[in-house]
């Protein structure tokens, strides 16, 4: 593998996740629990697709096959995303939609936090801008996660459910191959196994202060890296590709 | 030929003036979303910053750029987005600040986002109706992406925080 292709790939991973983030969260549009978590979840949506349009719009020129963001992100099957197992898992309640998007915020925070200083001057940039948003999407779920762990009984159980249900698809972020080892070496990307760190202390300090067990499963799942997901892609995909697939090249 | 009866500071002066579409009493030049105009013998480059990634504004804020130099006659024009410097808060200039007071909704405060504050206490604007100090935070996420919506618990009214970012 040369460093272009394995710079196409990194790109696909970071845009990949938060497009299909964004995507679950978009669901929600219109069956928020309340008018201000409805706008918020959409607000988030709408700050991850449009993380994952300048990244994949990069990635299109890295390819160099003349590739648009869009062409990436409605023309790929399956196979060929490259997103976190984590995002593609359905929303289920509020509980569990909170506790993946805090689980995932805490990951793009410390994630972009490195990669701001990425040698590579589009990811950089990109990186720092991201992190600000990230920021406030974190400060968000965090005060739910406080909410909804120490509040009623029912929320308490619900959230240690979702968060139990949850953890067999945290492993999968920190999972490096030759992508990974090419580019760090290149100083452009990033060592996960420092951001795997970061990301524990900081979720088990706040699962914590929530009043919620930190799971102490062991069993992960994987294959993100090489484009095998769980079942729950592909359904996910048929809804956001529908129309270009159903009318090639339409515009509107 | 344009550029013979356009110099760039006209065009500069003249992009200066396109209203940002969703808050129309401040000019993209205001918020700091324009950020250079170049010419050369094929036409007119103009360099853009998003305020947020995901921003839908931005593309109307392209269409409005492109019709408004069509009007002038200058119809060879390359937008380019630039991501860095990340645009923040800070470029609001103090003038665009008291428009947007004015307007209803409170401006961002002096710093840009305090990184280490991740559970700490929002952030509590003075009311633009009745200046207030009184104000809570209702939610941090508003009708745009770059707002944040509260409330005034003297006046009792609701009204917009332009987040720092
Ligand atoms: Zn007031």
Redesign the pocket.
Known sequence: MDKQKALFQYCLRLADSSLIMGQRLSEWCGHGPVLEEDIALTNIALDLVGQATAILNYAGKVEGKGHTEDDLAFLRPEREFRNVLLAEQPNGDYAFTIARQFLFDVYQYYYYQSLQKSKDETLSALSEKSLKEVTYHLRHTSQWMLRLGDGTPESHERVQRAINELWMFTGDLFDMDEVDALLLKEGVSIDLKEVKGKWENHVAELLEKATLQLPVQTFMQAGSRAGKHTEHLGFLLAEMQYLQRTYPDVKW | MYTETHSREMILKILSEIPDPEIPVITIKDLGILRNVELNSEGCRVTITPTYSGCPAMKAIEDQIRSTLQLHGIGNVEIKTLYAPVWTTDWISDEAKEKLRKYGIAPPEKKSLDKGSLLGKAKHPA?P??G?MNTEMISQFGSTACKALYR?K??K?PFDYFKCI
Do not use: I, L
Request: net charge negative; with cysteine; proline share 0%.
């Open positions: 009311c109706q009745c207030s005034c003297d006046c009214e």
